[in-house]
C-alpha cells in the first residue's frame, strides 16, 4: 500500500461479484473483508434483489446494478429460475460497469481480478471479454460439488426422476449418501436446475478456485477433486473464522436475545434456525413448537418472516398457547445473530437445516447438530454430519412433537449427545489449527494473496 494526498492507495484492486443469497452473500463479504485487510481495495456489484447492506463495510464500494428481475419471479421463490435469469440479464451491465472501471486514471482505479459466486458465472465471461482474470468463489462443500456431479450423470443415463423404490439404497460411489440425499431440485422445470449445474461445474477459463471449507473436514474429496482441476484450488475456510465481528446479514440481527442467553446455565440451551430460504408447514410449525415444549430445555428459536408457506406474520403461524405456556424458557426471534450465539456458553445444540454456512459455523464452536435438511445440499451435508463427523443427528421422519421432544433430550442431555459434543470439540479443535499461522487454511489463504498479487 501507498499513500497519496493523505488517501490510502492499494495497488490492487478487486471486484467481487456476489450471489444474491444469504447463504452466499456471507462468505463474499467475509472474503472481501479479508482480502481488504491485506491490502487490496474493493468493490461489490451486486444486483437490487437481496442487496447487501454497505453500512457495516464502510470500505468497499457498493454499485448496484439492473438485475431485471420481475416482481413475480422474485416471489415465485424459484431459484435455478431467478438465478439463470439473474446471470443472463446481469452480463451487460456487469460488463459496462467494469468496463468503466478499466478506463480510470486513479492509480487503484483498474480492476485486477473478478471473484465471482460459481452461482454468477456470467461474470467469468465478462472477465475475459475484458481481459481481466477471474477466480471462482465456492460457497459449498466439497461433496455437494461431487453429489451433483453425480446427478448429472444419472440424468445423462435417463435415470431420473430416480424411482421411490432405490431412494433408501446406498449410491455405490458416494458413501455415506442414499439416494434420497443427493441434491436435487424441488423446482420446476428441472431442465433449469441442470443448466445452472451444468454451468457451476466447470471453472473453464478461471484462474483459481477458492472453496469456504477445510482440509479436516474434506481432505479425501479435495485430493480427488484437484487431481481433476487445471488450476489451483485454495481451501480458506471457514472464512467467518478470518473476518470476524462484521454483519453481512440482509435481516436485521435481534440482539436481545444476548441477554436472554446470558441468564441461562452453561451448556443448556437448544439453538433452533433453519436458515434463510427454508420453508415448512403449518403443521410442521406447530410439532417443532410443541416438541420444543415438551422437551423441557431452554431453546432459542428464529423463525423468519416466511418460514412458514404462505404466511408473513410469526405471531400468527405460532399454535395457540405455546407462548404463554414456555415463558421465560424459550425465546423467539425473527432473525438472530447466529455466529455469537454459536459461540455462547450457554449454547449446548443447534437444530438446524444444516446449509453450510450454518454447519460449518456450528463446527467451529464444538456444537452439535440435529439435522432437518430442507432442499439441495442440506441433505448431503446432513449426512456428512451424522456419518462422517458423526457430530449430529438427523431427524428423517415427518416432524411430531414426541419424537422431536425425545431427539432434543438425546442430543442435549443424554450419553448419545454427550459423545457427539466431545467429537464436535475436537473438530472446534481441528479448525482452530487450520485457521492458526502455518494451518492449511491459514497457508491456502497465503498463497491466494500472492497468487492475486501475480496479476
Ligand atoms: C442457502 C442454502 O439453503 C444452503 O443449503 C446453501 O449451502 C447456501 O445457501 P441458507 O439457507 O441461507 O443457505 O443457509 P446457510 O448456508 O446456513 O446460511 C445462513 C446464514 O445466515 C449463516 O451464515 C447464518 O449465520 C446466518 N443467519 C441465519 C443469521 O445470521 N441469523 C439467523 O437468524 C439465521
Redesign the pocket.
Given at each position: 500500500m501507498g499513500s497519496e494526498g493523505g488517501e490510502v492507495i492499494r495497488p490492487h484492486h478487486l471486484v467481487l461479484v456476489p450471489c444474491p443469497?444469504?447463504?452466499?452473500i456471507?462468505?463474499m463479504l467475509q472474503l472481501g473483508t479479508i482480502l481488504h485487510s491485506r491490502g487490496f481495495s474493493i468493490s461489490i456489484i451486486h444486483t437490487q434483489f437481496n442487496a447487501p447492506c454497505p453500512r457495516n463495510h464502510p470500505d468497499f464500494r457498493f454499485i448496484p446494478i439492473p438485475d431485471g428481475l420481475p416482481d413475480s419471479l422474485i416471489s415465485s421463490g424459484n431459484i435455478p429460475a431467478i438465478l439463470l435469469a439473474v446471470n443472463a440479464n446481469c452480463h451487460t451491465p456487469l460488463k459496462d460497469r467494469v468496463a468503466r472501471m478499466m478506463q480510470s486514471e486513479k492509480p487503484n482505479g483498474k480492476v485486477s481480478c473478478i471473484i465471482y459466486d460459481e452461482l454468477i458465472y456470467s461474470a467469468e465471461s465478462v472477465a475475459n471479454s475484458l481481459g481481466i482474470p477471474s477466480i471462482m468463489l465456492r460457497?459449498?462443500?466439497v461433496s455437494?460439488f461431487l453429489a451433483r456431479d453425480l446427478i448429472l450423470r444419472l440424468i445423462d443415463q435417463g435415470q431420473t426422476p430416480l424411482q421411490d423404490s432405490i431412494m433408501e439404497e446406498p449410491v455405490p460411489e458416494h458413501y455415506p449418501l442414499r439416494y434420497k440425499d443427493l441434491p436435487t431440485t424441488i423446482f420446476k422445470p428441472v431442465s433449469n436446475f441442470v443448466e445452472m449445474v451444468e454451468n457451476l461445474r466447470l471453472v473453464r477459463t478461471s484462474s483459481a478456485v477458492i472453496w469456504n471449507t477445510l482440509d479436516c473436514l474434506e481432505n479425501s474429496l479435495l485430493d480427488q477433486v484437484k487431481q481433476q482441476c487445471q488450476v489451483p484450488i485454495f481451501t480458506v475456510g471457514p472464512m467467518?473464522k478470518f473476518a470476524p465481528q462484521l454483519?453481512?446479514?440482509l435481516?436485521k440481527?435481534d440482539y436481545s436475545c444476548i441477554p436472554w442467553l446470558d441468564k441461562q446455565a452453561e451448556k443448556s440451551v437448544i439453538y433452533v434456525?433453519?436458515?434463510?430460504?427454508?420453508c415448512i408447514s403449518q403443521h410442521e410449525l406447530a410439532e417443532m413448537a410443541w416438541g420444543l415444549t415438551k422437551s423441557n430445555l431452554p431453546f432459542l428459536w428464529?423463525v423468519?418472516p416466511g418460514l412458514v408457506r404462505g404466511t408473513r406474520n410469526i405471531q400468527e403461524s405460532l399454535p395457540d398457547g405455546f407462548k404463554e405456556g414456555v415463558g421465560e424458557r424459550g425465546r423467539i426471534?425473527?432473525?438472530?445473530?447466529?455466529?455469537e450465539?454459536?459461540a455462547h456458553k450457554a449454547v449446548a445444540g443447534f437444530w438446524?437445516?444444516?446449509?453450510?454456512?450454518?454447519?460449518v459455523?456450528s463446527i467451529a464452536e464444538g456444537v452439535p447438530l440435529i439435522c432437518r435438511?430442507?432442499?439441495?445440499?442440506?441433505k448431503v451435508?446432513a449426512r456428512y454430519v451424522t456419518h462422517v463427523w458423526k457430530v449430529g443427528m438427523q431427524l428423517e421422519e415427518e416432524l411430531e412433537r414426541e419424537q422431536v421432544a425425545a431427539a432434543l433430550r438425546r442430543l442435549m442431555v443424554e450419553k448419545e449427545g454427550i459423545e457427539m459434543r466431545k467429537r464436535a470439540m475436537e473438530l472446534k479443535a481441528r479448525v482452530e489449527i487450520g485457521t492458526r499461522k502455518g494451518g492449511s487454511s491459514f497457508n491456502d489463504l497465503d498463497k491466494l494473496i500472492k497468487t492475486i498479487r501475480s496479476f
Open positions: 443469497y444469504q447463504g452466499h456471507n462468505p460457497t459449498n462443500t455437494t467467518h454483519s453481512t446479514s435481516l440481527e434456525s433453519l436458515g434463510s430460504l427454508a428464529v423468519r426471534v425473527q432473525w438472530a445473530p447466529q455466529k450465539i454459536l438446524s437445516h444444516c446449509g453450510w454456512n450454518s454447519t459455523e435438511p430442507n432442499f439441495a445440499d442440506q451435508t
